[in-house]
């Protein structure tokens, strides 16, 4: 009888392993974007309410739950806006499953899905020409944990931009 239950077990395990693989695959986990994407009196988006975003700029958000674990610097402004994001666009699209949804000289907009579950972050980059810096913000649309996804992205894309 144990050893029923324990093959049984085996089996539901793997259904429920196959069965969210599919969904994924069929873009049943890929989430909506956020409204109020871009650029609003200088700011991005605040950051989520939960720990799977980073924002260079959680510092504008006075009292968001997330303010402290949001933190990440702005990545360097080398040239004009235009020519930033130009650069920055180029970068980005050599990364994998990356998709540019939005370019202005001083605004990209980028999504990235994930490669087997087909979870998507929204990424967006934005000319900060008074701070003489690129602010920020890059979230995942669903769950409440990235395990620190968006942040490895945003410091490799500063990596590679240092590179440059």
């Known amino acids: 009888m144990p050893g029923t239950l324990s093959k049984w077990l085996v089996v539901a395990l793997v ?3 196959v069965l969210v693989l599919a969904a994924g695959q ?19 988006l605040a950051p989520s309410p939960t720990p799977n975003s980073v924002s260079s700029q959680a510092a504008l958000h ?4 997330m303010q402290q674990a ?14 930033a994001i130009a650069r920055l666009r ?3 699209e050599r990364l994998p499953r990356a998709v540019v949804v939005e370019q202005r000289d001083d605004y ?13 972050d929204d990424a967006e980059f934005w000319v900060d020409c008074d701070a003489a810096v690129i602010q920020v913000r890059s979230a ?3 769950g409440r944990r990235d395990f620190g ?3 490895a992205r945003v410091e490799r894309i500063r990596a590679l931009l240092d590179d440059r």
């Open 26 to 44: 069929f873009g049943l986990l890929q989430g909506q974007a956020p409204a109020g994407l871009g650029v609003r009196n200088g700011r991005l």
């Open 70 to 83: 949001a933190m990440i610097e702005p990545l360097p402004l080398r040239g004009d806006a235009r020519s």
């Open 90 to 92: 180029a970068l980005i």
């Open 149 to 151: 996804v968006n942040r």
């Open 62 to 65: 006075a009292g968001h739950p």
């Open 108 to 120: 990209l907009y980028v999504r990235f899905t994930s490669r087997w579950l087909r979870f998507v």
């Open 15 to 17: 259904a429920v392993a």
């Open 140 to 142: 995942s649309r669903i």
